[in-house]
Structures are given as structure tokens and as C-alpha cells.
Nanobody, 124 residues
Framework: QVQLVESGGGLVQAGGSLRLSCAAS????????MGWFRQAPGKEREFVAA????????YYAGSVKGRSTISRDNAKNTVYLQMNSLKPEDTAVYSC?????????????????WGQGTLVTVSS
């Protein structure tokens, strides 16, 4: 059983940056591909970014590509999401997810474990 805890959310002005972190415990972190998803009020959860177990492959949603970078540190059991040039439409609860022995995927159902999420609010 893997536990995931996100941090780094908060209130930021449009154009600003945030770095989200997701710390994993209870498993072998390098066994898992990791993803970030977000859910805005009244909307469905949507894919943001994913990274393979090795960190060699990464994928992004079109809405954040070029503004965000996903990375991981397997020695620290942590995955990061650096978000730049934030927009009000980026406001959402951001959750990380882990897929055991899986590939980095855009699909919600590919992931086995989820964190509780961290709120990102971007003011205009």
C-alpha cells in the first residue's frame, strides 16, 4: 500500500509559479509511474502530466505543455510538478497518483493509488 502526500499548493497571482511535491511512502517508489491530475470545481478530474518510473519519459496535457515540468527523485521518493506562467484556469485541486509497474499514462484508471490533493488558486 502506497501513501501519497501532496504539498506546495497555495494562492498565486496570474503569471506566477508554483512547485508541487508529492511524497510517497509504503512501497518501492521506482516501481511506479507517477501522474498529476487536477479537478476544478464543477469539473471532472483531468490529466496534467505523467512520468515513467525512470524519469526518462514524460507526458503533458496540451493545456500545460510548455508551462509545466514533471520530474522525480527516486532517492527521495518524491515527484514534482513545476508550474510556470500560471493562469486563473489552472485553479484546481492537484492530486498525484501512482501506477504500479505501469507506464506513464493519461488515463485516470491506470493509477492504483491517489493522494488527497493540494489546492492551487490563481488570481487574475
Amino acid at each position: 500500500q502506497v501513501q501519497l502526500v501532496e504539498s506546495g499548493g497555495g494562492l498565486v497571482q496570474a503569471g506566477g509559479s508554483l512547485r508541487l511535491s508529492c511524497a510517497a511512502s509504503g512501497g518501492t517508489f521506482s516501481d511506479y509511474a507517477m501522474g498529476w491530475f487536477r479537478q476544478a470545481p464543477g469539473k471532472e478530474r483531468e490529466f496534467v502530466a505523467a512520468i515513467s518510473w525512470s524519469g526518462r519519459s514524460a507526458y503533458y496535457a496540451g493545456s500545460v505543455k510548455g508551462r509545466s515540468t514533471i520530474s522525480r527523485d527516486n532517492a527521495k521518493n518524491t515527484v514534482y510538478l513545476q508550474m510556470n506562467s500560471l493562469k486563473p484556469e489552472d485553479t484546481a485541486v492537484y492530486s498525484c497518483a501512482a501506477a504500479r509497474y505501469g507506464s506513464a499514462s493519461r488515463g485516470v484508471y491506470s493509477y492504483d493509488y491517489w493522494g488527497q490533493g493540494t489546492l492551487v488558486t490563481v488570481s487574475s
